[in-house]
């Protein structure tokens, strides 16, 4: 969700990825799910993995990952990191 300023959001994005895409990739993910960009949030969702982030553990709480929830990819992460799934 852009609210109507996509090129904004997007170069909102950019910014934080050239700041912290070391050490916030769980929050870029939230990002670009919110934006509506599933695809580049589960490549960050995964970057977050990789980097031993600790935000992944929090999937099941984070109101910006809800547009997620139905997605294959987002159901197999709780398995990925020992998370009850109910």
Do not use: N, V
Request: charged share 30%; glycine share 8%; aromatic share 8%.
């Amino acid at each position: 969700m852009t609210l109507g300023r996509g090129q904004e959001s997007r170069a909102a994005m950019e910014r934080a990825i050239a700041r912290s895409e070391h050490s916030a990739a769980f929050q870029i993910a939230e990002g670009y799910a919110w934006c509506g960009d599933h695809d580049r949030a589960f490549e960050w969702l995964g970057r977050a993995l990789e980097q031993r982030d600790p935000g992944p553990t929090m999937i099941k709480y984070s109101p910006l990952l809800r547009s997620l929830r139905g997605d294959p990819r987002y159901l197999a992460l709780p398995r990925k990191l020992h998370l009850s799934t109910d």
